[in-house]
Structure formats: structure tokens, C-alpha cells
């Protein structure tokens, strides 16, 4: 055996395997690279490098904080964000008392004319549809003894819908508080910036809730609350990471690990497992098997959210009701004689003894195509929205039938004398 020979092998055998494993990392880099590429043109949220996540927060602040460009979402200190007043284009009006509308509203309503306050988010505003075929105006619309307020600003979370409530839900004095809830609003509990959990998302934080030990919640004020404060973080983008403690969405990886940008696969491999984990093995995802997870902290969140709004607004002597407003998984599901995506919480509160509506009882029957009833960016479709306000319209009838009474008395009491409450309180 010629003992050179046999040297230079074992001398080639380290070479060959390094080279191997760099064959190996570059073809899967490659692979990567591709499949980052072709993920911006799947429909769904791109995977980025954290360069490029924090140049767009950047000028997408711009875009929101440049004067001369009329957008219709502006800071707000304490929700975070809301729509601009005044704001007007071909098929969206906002009137000055920044509801939904062409027209402003009298202070107190008119004897005989039930009002209503909606609040909640983009289904409840109407996005994708003009004023007129959004379900509250077609609602105010088809009766001349009714006005229906539309607080819906899209994005917001119940804890945003609370806290606005609180603030100015009883400036106008309504006698009924539809508070809406759509599937998409779960995951709004746990976040105070939502490009974490989306960087399809606009660069503005919010308000969140957390329930203490003894189930009480706890406020977690607007971590942005001011122009400057977004003018700093435009300026030094890394900053953001500060955030990331109080958001229960945040990508630590995506934020923090010096190799993120530096390699393809680790990217892709964070993004396939963070979307996994979310939908599959985390045990406190907010889904599990088709309907919402009723062990999560996210639905315990909502849950007492929702109680809190309804024990405010019967304190102002209002009626409160919680309306399920079923997105096309839903619509989907009970089609086919499955219970909707939320079933479990609307079963929850009913058992709670909140008064609860279900928006799947008007699409259920409706003799047309799920298809019809959706915009393309999932939104109701005008047509969705009148199949909504016929049923609405029905169940607020049969309301003022059987609680008329109690709803004018409880009118006088807030109207009457020292004891008014007012938003401040």
C-alpha cells in the first residue's frame, strides 16, 4: 500500500465534504431565493429582508405624515388612528362629526327616530362600496324613523372600538349600540403595531388591553401617540423593535437575528414556520379545527372586551348588541350546514347573557352565490350589504315592537337633568 497515496486521500476527504456542504448552501440559497421572488406575486404577504421591511415603514410614514397628500387615515393619541373629518372623494364621505356620511347629525334625535350607534371596523365603515350601498346608510335609508351612525374605521380592533365608545359614543345620544365583530378582529387583541403580525399592514400602533390575574383588564396606551413620535421612528426605523415587547405577534427573527438578511433560506424557513405555527401547532392559536379557539388568550381577550363594552353602554342607558358579521369563511361553512368560524364565541356570550345577533341569519337563506356577496377584497359587496340591512332592518323592528317602551324612557333619562351622561363619563 503506497502510504503517500493514502495520505493525499485523507488529506481530499475534509476538501470534499467542505465543498459538498457549499454545493449544498448554495443550491439551497438558490432555491430560496427563487421561492422569496416568486412569494411576491403569490397574493399573500411577500417575504422581505429587514432592509427592505424598514425602508417601506419609512416612507410609508412619509406618505401618511406629508400635508399636501389628502389621505383619509390620520394619528389619533389615544386610538392609535382614525379617519380625517371632512374627508370627501367620489364614493367616500365623512361628515364633520367623522362619521360615515354626507350629512352631519343633530345633537339629540328626533322624537319617534331610533338611533344607532355602529361600531366596529372596515365591514362595519363599508370599504370596498360607495356611501349609499353600505349596509348602515342603506339601514337610515329604508325608514324615515331611524338614523344609524357609522363609527366603523377599518383596522380597528374591539379595544379600539371600546376606547372611541367611551370618548364620543354618547355625544349623539343613541339608543341602540350594535358593537360588530368579524373573524379578522381576533388577532387585532394582541397586537400594538400590526405590520408585526403583516407588513402588508400601514407603520401605526395602537392601544392594546391585558387581562390581569384576576381577569380584569388593563389598558396599554397608544405606544405612538404623537406626530413626533412617528417622525422618529421615520427617521431611526430600528426603533420599532422596542415595540415588539408588547405585541404578542412580534417576529424576534425577523427583527433581531443578525443573519436574517444575509441568508435566503433562513428567511424562508422563518416565514414557512412562523405561518405553521400560527395555523397548526401553536396552542394558543386563535383557530382550531375550522372555528375559533376558545383556549386562547386572544378569545379570553375578546370575550371580556366585549362585556366591558356592554357594561358601559347599559350604564349610559343604551342597548347594547353584539353583532357577528360573518366573513366569507363563514358564509362559506354555514352554506354547507357548518357552524360559522365564530360559533364559539358567539356561544360564549350568549351564555354570558349579552344579546347577540347573528349576520349569518340573513346570508344563510339568501337565494344568490357566495360570490355575489363579497367585493373582491373579501368586504361585503352591495349586494352583501343589502342582504345585511334587510335583515337588520327586521331585527331592529322587532326590537322597537317589543322593547319601545323601555328604549323613550331610558331616551328621558339621558336627557333629563343633571344625571345625563355624556362621553366624558
Known sequence: MNLSSHGDRARRRPAFWLL????VVLLSEGQSYLFELASRHLGSEPIRRRSGLFRE????????????????DVVDPELGWRYRAGYSTATDHLNSQDLRSRHDYDRLPKPGVLRIAAFGDSFVYGNEVSDDDAWCSLLEAGADDLEVLNYGVGGYGLDQAFLRFQREGMALSPDVVLVAFVPDDLRRMLSVYPRFFSSLEWPLSKPRFV???????????????????????????????????????YPTAVYENPLYDKSASLRVEEAVWRRLRRRYFDRNRLFRGGVINEHSSAFALQVALFRAFSEAARARGTIPIMLMLPDRSSVERIRRGAPPVYAPLEETLARQGLTVWDGADAFRPAPVSTDSLF?????????GNRVLARWLARRLQALRATDGPSLWQSRERRHSGPQRLTAAN
Open 20 to 23: 459538498l456542504f457549499a454545493l
Open 57 to 72: 415603514q419609512s416612507q410609508r410614514i412619509a406618505i401618511m405624515l406629508d400635508s399636501m397628500r389628502p389621505v383619509r
Open 375 to 383: 367585493a373582491p377584497f373579501l368586504h361585503y359587496s352591495p349586494l
Open 211 to 249: 387581562l390581569r390575574p384576576d381577569q380584569t383588564l388593563a389598558l396599554i396606551p397608544n405606544p405612538l401617540p404623537h406626530r413626533e413620535d412617528l417622525v422618529r421612528l421615520m427617521e431611526h426605523p430600528t426603533d420599532v423593535r422596542a415595540l415588539g415587547r408588547l405585541d404578542d405577534w
